[in-house]
């Protein structure tokens, strides 16, 4: 079997990591003699190189890795630098992987036939809180859970996306891509993402991505994102997303919104009460003001 | 502090942040100001790079000015006036910016309403003269005055102002005990690095509110050097947005009353494609109107 190399970038969350290592080290149905394990610290060191020496027994290969800049894309560039393995798979500190999910998620790679270049896993939620009633189904997507792409292993279609933090990729197709974006990607608080526009690059150039629904992870979904506020912030950045991944595309406002807003009424119109549909128009709503916010430069 | 109860001693504070060159031309005006008997300390706050030329400067005006520098770090206006007024000895305390010259009568004008019996003003604010670093273009119309720090629109006659007033935080005069006891400018506010949010100035906002007195002198006058990179209806733009989350930014402090938002109905998708580079007029002033409610807007209800 091809070496495979196992990304993870965290960010100041020591038990979360913990608990997603131990669920790592014990995969079944996987030789992991195979297998590293690469941790990228990302931002202040706050104790994961700890953790990673005290599970080290548990691995063939578990190494330790600090990138000092902020950004989960740089942290996961990091990692691709070091990674040895023929096929990377990307994980999330604020993940628990299911036993099999690994080699669910690497065995596409291995058809006989036509294989797969990319993979994306299914992400399943951890609720902190009651999941609310204003979060309907097709808002799920929001919190990277719940891709539900097609009901058994399947050839993804366009549309569907693939879970950067759930997915695993011929390692020579990414680094030919160019590793992940740097201006994109989370940076602590301000709730950008969309560095996986990377795997959609890579699909356009003919890679055959694939969904296994099978290959779960358990991803943590805590309180405080189970706010409205949250919600529209993360709604915004997405818009901040579009506009830097699709701004030289003329049609694409018109995907957004076609709608008018009355500012004003809008300022004053409170986030209590709302219907899941309303929310569902609130979210579109903050999307296409975060696309007008960074293609007119103002942030 | 001057014996003399009646006639208040002045310290002045300059903040400075690597316009070693504008600092220069504003310590000259201050030089050759006329009947500074009152004026006890000008204390220029750096808070640029370290060795940016700043502390030679000051040196060349020892001779000349009861001047002496400080440095301020890490850097933020708010944090130097802070330090400067830590270091105020004197009964009333003037900001003025490094951008800035005073005009001929400015510390005159300055002092004469602290002096005056009739008066006794808790704050004096001055006006603002554009100097424009390259010519004026023709769409930035006098509505946008005040965005650039110039021109403020009361009037040509001296007179008190009231809580609703604005006023700006680089040509005041203000008594030293008072901003001291109402703990100084709130370093979260105030422009730093290369962050257009503004808005520290509310501190005299709050104390007119608390019953100070705000006395207008538009004779009391400085130049403001409106830069070349300011010329740029995109520049204005970002400026617009700011100021609309700095206003929401202080509204959630409590320091002032919900804005009154005008009603504007806008088409966010065709909004986007719009190049502010081609409006002028109206067009352009709804165009950076609407971007100042949506900073407003978007603060106020926490997206940013």
Redesign the interface.
Known sequence: MSKISIIIPTFERGDLLWQCLLALSGQLRVDMSDVEVIVVENGPISGANEITNSLSERFQSLRYFHEGALGVSRARNLGLRHAKGEILAFLDDDEVPEPEWLSELIRPFFWTGQRANIVCGENEPIWHEDRPEWLSDSLLHSYSVCARWSPDVAAMESGQWVFEGNCAVETKLLRNAGGFDEALGRVSGDLLSGEGIIFEKIRMQGALAVFNPAAVVRHHIFAEQLTL?WL??RW?AQGRED?INHGDN?EW??R?????????V??NQS?DNLTPAQVLKGAQ??R??G???Q????? | MTLLAETPSFSIVVPTRNRPQLLHNCLQGIADQKFCEQLEQVIVVDNGDLMNGTETVVERFSAHLPVSYLYASPPGVSRARNLGLQHSQSDITVFIDDDEIPGANWFSEMSAPFNSDKIRPDIVAGNYSPQWEAQRPKWLTDEYLGVYSVSLPYGDEPRFLSAKDWVLEGNIGVKTDLIKSAGGFDENLGRHRDSLVSGEGIIYQRLVEAGAKIFYNPKCLVKHLIHANRLDR?WL??RM??SGITHAAHEKNRHLRDKQ??????????????D?NSLEGDDLLHFVQ??E??????R?????
């Open positions: 506020e529209f912030r915004f506009a003329p406002p018109a957004l919104s076609k709608a008018t807003l009355q500012l004003d809008f300022a986030f709503l903050h296409t003001l696309f007008v916010a293609s007119q430069g103002v942030l | 995109k733009q970002k947005f700011a938002i005008p009603s504007v109905r806008v088409n966010l998708g065709a909004l986007a494609r719009v502010i609407v971007f409610i949506m900073g407003y807007v978007l106020k209800k926490n997206i940013l």
